[in-house]
């Protein structure tokens, strides 16, 4: 396990993990995880209703 600066470890797994049969997923690209955070935060802040999946979608509004 590596210690980074006390405030998390981190070990390395013990084999890569297979992604086949995982579905397609997106392209995502830096900063994509904030932007649905705030997204969620956003919506959550104006419906009262939270988002926990993603796409958000107005179906997951209703």
């Known amino acids: 396990m590596r ?3 006390q405030a998390e470890k981190i070990a390395d797994l013990p ?3 297979s992604t086949s049969g995982a579905p397609e997923g997106a392209d ?3 900063g994509d ?3 649905y ?3 969620a935060n956003a919506v959550f802040n104006a419906t ?5 999946e993603l ?3 107005a179906e997951a509004l209703l």
């Open 3 to 5: 210690d980074l600066n």
């Open 15 to 17: 084999r890569k993990l």
């Open 28 to 30: 995502p690209e830096v």
């Open 33 to 35: 995880l904030a932007y």
């Open 37 to 39: 955070a705030a997204v």
């Open 48 to 52: 009262g209703r939270r988002v926990r």
């Open 55 to 57: 796409p958000i979608t």
